[in-house]
């Protein structure tokens, strides 16, 4: 009997290991296919709306994050060093995936060493604010809770992130970096004082450590609750054009990894039919996002989501009460950001969303993830419209 359930044990242990390898099979090919494709960006009624994004001074350096990059490649070994640095206009920008089986690219945390990983940290630092630091460093610390929780530390940990570097890090040519891991992806783009930063992709499942190395962190709190309390200030009428449905019984959010050419109409609430206070505090959900770059250049982008601001569509799918589980959507020609309350995945899974596992993505529609726009007039305007680019 004993060896007739070990049997069955092992035989089912082999068939969700073929599952989960055909599964991963098929994801790897959608994204294949998708990173194949020539990239447009986020379009809404299939089309893409030119002139948003020129070339213009910020008068906010970038010198720091110019150096930290450079300090960080010149740490690395020749061998590591030829992982981790592509060409500005390389694909390897769109390769990037939330989910822990997608192949990584680049130098990981759990390889280097502590000189190299606080190089790495610098330039995470140069480029973000000090809540965008914490908010990464606290993502990587819970997916160590995770691997403690799932007793599967090859799959998650706190290390198993990897950085990129994109063209030569300078102040006048374009170039970028990104990290990509399970729950935190970033993004970013720079071409003189200008910065894009986005795709960013960030959650965690679980959201609060409430055992283990990292007991007391719990991230994304200011941007569910802040949510709420925008969606709750709607009135009857307000709702009635928010609310997609009041109904949430899976996963909502749709531009995460392999969405570059996403189709998605304006849905929802237009800010032009708030009131002065409650764009007030839509420009304040929004911000809860776009703070977690460096302060300067933050500033700089909630001017151009401000300059928007009555075509910035808020939609929401889910319940409106103080423990509800919901998803909301915020978007513009120039900023779309998507919160959603998610299936538990591991180390169970649920059938319902929980807001123990959220995923958040922001991105800038219209043809400028990845700086793609800005990086598509660079090349047209210093290299000449012959120039064969992606773009």
């Known amino acids: 009997m ?28 959608r994204g294949d296919a998708a990173v194949a494709e020539p990239f447009r960006g986020v379009a809404a009624g299939g089309k893409i709306e030119t002139g948003l994004f020129p070339i213009q001074s910020t008068g906010v350096s970038t010198q ?10 010149a740490s690395l070994t020749d061998q590591q060093k030829a992982r981790t640095t592509f060409p500005v206009d390389d694909s390897e920008w769109r390769k990037w995936d939330n989910r822990h089986s997608s192949k990584r690219q680049g130098v990981g945390f759990d390889e280097m060493s502590e000189a190299q990983r606080e190089n790495a940290f610098a330039l995470m630092r140069a ?43 300078s102040t006048t040519e374009p170039w970028g970096w990104q990290i990509d891991g399970h729950h935190l ?29 990292f007991k007391g962190t719990i991230i994304l709190q200011d941007e569910q609750n802040a949510g709420l309390r925008f969606a709750q200030s709607l009135d009857d009428q307000q709702r009635a054009a928010a609310v997609l449905s009041s109904v949430k019984d899976g996963n909502n959010a749709l531009a995460q990894a392999y969405e570059d050419n996403l189709d998605l109409d304006y849905a929802g609430l237009p800010g032009s039919k708030l009131s002065d206070a409650q764009q007030t505090q839509l420009l304040d959900l929004i911000h809860h996002y776009v703070g977690n770059m460096n302060e300067g250049h933050a500033k700089i982008r909630m001017e151009e989501v401000a300059q928007h601001l009555d075509r ?13 589980v919901f998803y909301y959507r915020i978007h513009s020609p120039v900023v779309l950001i998507e919160f959603d309350h998610e299936r538990r995945v591991a180390p169970f899974r649920t059938s319902a969303p929980t807001r123990d596992h959220i995923h958040a993505v922001i991105r800038t529609p219209n043809g400028n993830d990845y700086g793609k726009d800005l990086l598509r007039q660079h090349i ?12």
């Open 64 to 73: 720091p994050a110019v150096d930290a990059a450079n300090a960080l490649l």
């Open 380 to 391: 047209e305007e210093h290299h000449g419209h012959d120039h064969k680019h992606p773009h």
């Open 127 to 169: 480029s973000l604010s000090a809540k965008g630091l914490k908010l990464s460093q606290d993502i990587m610390k819970l997916n160590g809770t995770l691997a403690e929780l799932a007793n599967n530390f090859d799959e998650y940990g706190q290390w198993l992130y990897w950085i990129t570097i994109m063209g030569d890090p």
């Open 2 to 29: 004993s060896s007739n359930r070990t049997r069955a044990s092992l035989l089912l242990a082999l068939a969700g290991s073929l599952l989960g390898l055909t599964l991963y099979a098929q994801q790897r090919g």
């Open 185 to 213: 992806v970033i993004n970013y783009f720079v071409l003189g004082d200008q910065v894009v930063m986005s795709p960013v992709f960030v959650g965690s499942e679980p959201v609060h450590a409430t055992s283990g190395k």
């Open 312 to 324: 910035t569509y808020f939609a929401w799918v889910g319940d409106m009460s103080d423990d509800g």
